[in-house]
Every structure is written in C-alpha cells, then in structure tokens.
C-alpha cells in the first residue's frame, strides 16, 4: 500500500476512506491516508490511529524547533547589534574626550596667557579693552564647550535636553556671534550677508548661540 501526508486544509482529506488526522494538542495539524486493496482491519486502524497521534506530536515539536531557532537567530543578531552599537558608542566618547581636551586646551590657554600680560604689563586703555575682549570671548568659548558636554552626558542618560524655546529673530543672534569672532579673530575677515529679513523662529536663544559660535568657530 502506500502511505501519505498532507497537511489538514487539503481537499482529499475527506475523500478517502483510510484517513487518520495526525493530531497535536487537541489540533488537527495533518493528515495520513493510507491506500492498498482491500478493507483495513480494527487492529490496522486502531495502530494508524496511534501512529497518526505520533506524527502529529513530531509535526508539532518540529514546528516548535524551528520557532525556537528563529527566535534565537532574532536573538543572537540583536545581541550582536546592540553590542556593535555600544563599540561604536565608546568609540565616539573617546574620540569626544579627545577632542574635548584639545577644544578646552585652546581657550585656557589664551585666557592664562592674556591674563598674565595683564598682571605683568601696562597697557592703554584701548589695549585693554582689546584685551579684555579677547578674554571674554575665550571664556564664552569655555562655556560653550561646557554646556555641550553637559548636553551629552544628558542624552547618554537618556533625558531631553533642557532647551527654553520661544519665538525669536535670529538676524541679531547671528550677527552677534559674527561680531564676537570679529573682534577676537583679526586674522581671519568676517562677513554677513543676510537677503532680506528672516523669519522668526521657535528655538533656544542660549543654545542657538552656541551652535553659530561653534560653526563659525
């Protein structure tokens, strides 16, 4: 005779005489017909029966294994994601701290060396306001740098920035942080070219500060 499976949706399931549904936790999941000449015996029948519930059992834990694998295959490639994101993570605080030190190394520098002029030398009153113009401007520098670390140790915390939006112009915010780099930068020319008026905006007037200075800077 010969033996088939077939899955429980199949046409022929009800037209043949020796079908045993192959059956897994109360479910029909298949089928096995079973074809040969002549009757099949109570005993025949009986012994299908039970190979249909063993089948149907192996049916169903295969269909478990392969779940089981592919929920370990998800698993294992989203291990492998977040520990490539967190490599990537350390990778740019290093290059941040780095850069950090070299950033921060620049305007305490300036700041030392001009306040030792000032200590140690007479000047006019016109050199000292230059003076103290370059001063300030460096120590803006520091704080800018500041406040963008502060930012970041926010976001790796998982908090929002702690911005204080309201509706601004941002032509005077642009052109004083052109200003300040004018002063301060004298071997480098500036120049702002603004066509027409712009519009107003919804943003932080501290941070949109820091982001020019830091551009232009």
Request: with cysteine; net charge neutral.
């Amino acid at each position: 005779g010969t033996c088939r499976c077939m899955s429980a949706s199949s046409e022929i399931v009800g037209a043949l005489n020796g079908v045993v549904p192959l059956t897994a936790g109360g479910h029909r999941v298949g089928a096995l017909s079973l074809e040969r000449r002549g009757d099949i015996a109570r005993e025949e029948r009986d012994a299908l029966s039970g190979l249909g519930a063993a089948l149907g059992l192996a049916l169903d834990n295969a269909r478990l294994a392969a779940r089981q694998r592919h929920f370990a295959e998800e698993l294992e490639a989203k291990v492998t994601a977040a520990t490539a994101r967190l490599a990537e993570m350390d990778r740019l605080k290093s290059e941040l701290v780095a850069l950090a030190s070299h950033e921060l190394r620049t305007p305490l520098t300036a700041i030392q060396g001009f306040a030792e002029l000032l200590a140690t030398r007479s000047f006019t009153m016109s050199e000292v306001r230059r003076v103290a113009a370059i001063v300030r401007a460096e120590a803006e520098r520091l704080g800018r740098i500041v406040a963008d670390f502060l930012d970041v140790a926010r976001l790796e915390r998982g908090l929002p920035l702690s911005l204080r939006c309201a509706p601004l112009d941002p032509a005077p915010v642009i052109a004083d942080a052109v200003e300040v780099f004018r002063r301060t930068r004298t071997s480098h020319r500036l120049e702002l070219h603004v066509d027409g008026a712009l519009p107003r905006i919804e943003a932080d007037a501290d941070a949109l500060d820091r982001v020019l200075k830091n551009l232009i800077s």
